[in-house]
């Protein structure tokens, strides 16, 4: 099992961005999704999650201006950024939970993808 993300660029403050995560591989279901951040120097974070069913939760400092998305046919989450801040700009990391056929069975997992870097500067 692979994510994919992309979509991170350098913009100015105000701008808006979509990154884009598709997971793929042997898959069974994809349960929750989610965009974590790590700027520099500091710990990863929560920016937001999606459930399978559709039930989002947001760190407080992007609420209102990131809408996180999925589109489970394609096993694909989205982070719709607007009036990006600098304070915005990190390496922004795709994850999922995601179950795998394991023999007669299956085996629940996270994974993660490689990373987008997002750069808010004037």
């Known amino acids: 099992v692979q994510l994919q993300a992309c979509g991170g660029d350098l913009v100015q403050p105000g701008w808006s961005l979509r990154l884009s995560c598709a997971a793929s591989?042997?898959?069974?279901?994809?349960?929750?999704m989610a965009w974590y951040r790590q700027a520099p120097g500091k710990k990863r974070e929560l920016v937001a999650r999606i459930t399978s069913g559709g039930s989002t939760n947001y760190a407080n400092s992007v609420k209102g201006r990131f809408t996180i998305s999925g589109d489970n046919a394609k096993n694909s989450v989205y982070l719709q950024m607007n009036s990006l801040k600098p304070e915005d700009t990190a390496v922004y990391y795709c994850?999922?939970?995601?179950?795998?056929?394991?023999?007669?069975?299956?085996?629940?997992?996270?994974?993660w993808g490689q990373g987008t870097e997002v750069t808010v500067s004037s």
């Open positions: 591989g042997s898959i069974s279901r994809v349960n929750d």
């Open positions: 994850n999922a939970d995601i179950r795998t056929p394991n023999g007669l069975g299956y085996i629940e997992k996270e994974y």
